[in-house]
Nanobody, 121 residues
Framework: VQLQASGGGSVQAGGSLRLSCTASGTIFSINDMGWYRQAPGNQRREMVA????????NYADSVKGRFTISRDNAKNTVNLQMASLEPEDTAVYYC???????????????WGQGTLVTVSS
């Protein structure tokens, strides 16, 4: 199983970016999917947003009202639409997904490779 993230880049404050992440490989089902980020010089990876199979979402307080997470279950994809970006949003963004590879097996948490978002003031 692999998660491939895309869509990072550089943008000025106030701008927008859209991140996408697609899971591929041997997949029976996917539970929660999410986006996390790690700011430069920070060893901690913080939750940005998560979404369940049914579409229930959860956001970090710092991004509420600015970021929107969505998913396409048929395409095994999770997206993060980011608007009103701030310099404090600069980070490497990682997607993850809880994946079951076959019926009756346990869930495993997989991570994408990370995509850099840089917001300049």
């Amino acid at each position: 199983v692999q998660l491939q993230a895309s869509g990072g880049g550089s943008v000025q404050a106030g701008g927008s970016l859209r991140l996408s992440c697609t899971a591929s490989g041997t997949i029976f089902s996917i539970n929660d999917m999410g986006w996390y980020r790690q700011a430069p010089g920070n060893q901690r990876r913080e939750m940005v947003a998560t979404i369940t199979t049914g579409g229930s979402t959860n956001y970090a307080d710092s991004v509420k009202g600015r970021f929107t997470i969505s998913r396409d279950n048929a395409k095994n994809t999770v997206n993060l639409q980011m608007a009103s970006l701030e310099p404090e949003d600069t980070a490497v963004y990682y997607c993850n997904a809880e994946i079951r590879k076959s019926f009756g097996t346990r869930l495993y948490l997989y991570w994408g490779q990370g995509t850099l978002v840089t917001v300049s003031s």
